[in-house]
């Protein structure tokens, strides 16, 4: 698939404005990590020492890093790492086959230097700390219209072995050191070019274009198709104002959401096979939350979405169930099976049989919609609502989910019970998301805690009920001391119900990624209005950066529905 011209990335990127405007701009450019400094520790290479130039010593470093992790065991993470260190070694370099390689030395080096950091005093580190801040300061503000406001992620990546999600295709690939020759600037016409901080050396080029939110970007290392932003914090008023645009948007698809279901519903029959693909494909986003999907190249991960499912993606499970296996964005596996309309699954399997434009039949490795890609996709949903994208059913289908649960869901208890109904509303919504995470390491150990500490108390709570027993028995006309002991024992069964309910809502959360939904696309204003209802303290939903991404939701009715 040809790319998009350079102009319509930067114009369809996340940095786009939406709409928004600013008249000047004012910042002071990004942070590049420092320069390597060589530590002279060897690779050993059939067990003998090797001499490596700075360049060829840090990147054995960054793999000897990493010896003890399940990347550095992957075949693919060897193969490219290897491919790309031999091109630094030169052809007539020593080192040949990984398999020869011993990275222990500097492995070893690598954990001697941590340790002599954590062995820092608390006033060292504060110090060192307050140190990369004061450098750091003058880049993390800029001046929009006059107003100081916070940047977002001003410093550029350090050069490194790429790792990926899933089984990416170029894992292990290095990612080289991103110079100010790679990277645009982004400002006002009238505001000073921000000063090159390494000597010698220029931006790439300088934009005014005050129709985008970005204030510097420049290539992927990795995927030179793909770019990287340096935008203004999430807490920032323009992007307060485009989250708010967001979720409007959304909220106005429920002003038309029978009638495009009604119009999908309708095609599922069409003759026109691009119609009836339109019709099936915008059934599966709104009714399983899909993302629209977008067509890949041969070396990037091979993540699908809607539109680019393959044949063997989508299995018909009679009478009317489809079985979907496939690798979603950042490659986490997608595997669902879900009841359709009866005439949704006849028309799944027509397009898993249907003849090519050559006369054969389709097989694996074929595009399930072969008449339909994203851009058709989006284009016939915005003629059936203004600014209508697939993206906006997610973001719909997320905050309608959990607004309808949360309303749905007893509200009364503690507030550790009203906390643990919203995780469980919120589980709800990362489920149809497919937000999973892999169980932590630290889980099992958590867990094996938490029983300890509950074992604890029943064991104190049993000895105290013996007592209660004895003081009865010892001064049945004296309530002082039973009233005393009942409080107490009254107060351990307190602690044991709230351990108990956090640790059901830890084991039924392990695999849940409760965050992504929350920052993307739960509309805020719905858990806002939630707190003030319930009298929950929204820090106990919100932690502190989020409350500040969310200022603008902040003073939302309690009463507000999405």
Not at 135 to 143: L, N, R, V
Not at 298 to 312: P, Q
Not at 432 to 438: P, T
């Amino acid at each position: 698939m040809k790319s998009p011209s350079f102009s319509k990335q930067l114009k369809t990127s996340p940095g786009s404005g939406g709409g928004q405007k600013w008249t000047t701009l004012e910042h002071n450019g990004v942070v590049f990590p420092p320069p390597y400094k060589p530590h002279g520790v060897k690779v050993l290479y059939k067990g003998r020492p090797v001499d490596l130039t700075p360049e060829q010593e840090e990147v054995a470093t960054m793999f000897a890093v990493m010896k003890d992790t399940d990347y550095a065991r992957k075949t693919q993470f060897i193969e490219n790492f290897m491919q790309d260190w031999r091109v630094i070694l030169g052809k007539n370099h020593i080192i040949k086959r990984f398999e020869d390689c011993d990275f222990t030395p500097i492995y070893e080096w690598h954990l001697e230097e941590k340790e002599k950091k954590k062995q820092m005093t608390a006033e060292e580190k504060k110090s060192v700390k307050e140190e990369k801040l004061k450098q750091e300061d003058k880049y993390t503000w800029a001046i929009v219209d006059g107003v100081k406001e916070k940047v977002g992620n001003f410093r550029v990546e350090p050069p490194g072995l790429f790792r990926g999600r899933g089984e990416h295709p170029k894992m292990g690939k290095l990612k080289m050191r991103i110079r100010p020759r790679d990277i645009t600037i982004n400002i006002g016409k009238d505001a000073p070019i921000p000063p090159c901080p390494i000597p010698g050396e220029r931006w790439k080029e300088v934009k005014h274009d005050n129709t985008v939110t970005w204030l510097a970007f420049w290539n992927d290392p990795i995927n030179p198709k793909e770019f990287k932003y340096v935008f203004l914090a999430a807490s920032s008023s323009l992007k307060g104002q485009s989250d708010k645009e967001k979720y409007e948007k959304a909220r106005l698809l429920k002003d038309y959401i029978q009638s495009i279901r009604t119009n999908y519903t309708r095609d599922f029959t069409s003759k026109d096979p691009t119609k009836q693909q339109i019709a099936v494909a915008t059934y599966l986003i709104d009714k399983l939350a899909l993302r629209a999907g977008n067509e890949k190249d041969d070396d990037e991960a091979d993540t699908v979405g809607c539109c680019t499912l393959k044949v063997e993606n989508v299995e018909l499970v009679p009478p009317n169930k489809l079985k979907f296996d496939f690798l979603g964005k950042d490659s986490i596996r997608y595997m669902n099976t879900v009841e359709v309309e009866p005439h949704v699954y006849r028309a799944i399997g027509d397009f898993r049989t249907a003849r090519k434009s050559n006369g054969g039949r389709k097989e694996k490795g074929d595009d399930l919609f072969d008449f339909l890609d994203t851009s058709k996709l989006n284009a016939h949903l915005k003629e059936l609502m203004p600014g209508l994208t697939a993206k906006v059913f997610r973001t719909y289908n997320a905050s309608i989910t959990l607004d309808v649960v949360l309303n749905q869901a007893t509200q009364d208890g503690s507030e550790a019970e009203k906390i643990a109904v919203y995780r469980h509303a919120n589980k709800e919504v990362a489920v149809i998301c497919n937000h999973q995470r892999s169980v932590s390491k630290s889980h099992e150990n958590q867990m094996a805690k938490l029983n300890e500490k509950i074992n604890d108390l029943a064991a104190q709570r049993d000895e105290l009920m013996k007592g209660l027993r004895r003081a009865k028995q010892e001064r049945p006309n004296k309530n002082s001391v039973p009233e005393a002991m009942e409080k107490k024992i009254s107060q351990v069964d307190a602690r044991i119900g709230r351990m108990e309910l956090d640790r059901q809502v830890k084991e039924d959360l392990k695999t849940v990624a409760l965050g992504t939904s929350k920052i993307n696309y739960l509309d805020p204003r719905i858990s806002v209005a939630w707190c003030k209802r319930h009298e929950v303290p929204m820090e106990r939903i919100f932690n502190k950066s989020l409350l500040a991404k969310f200022a603008w939701a902040m003073d939302v009715d309690p009463d507000f529905r999405f």
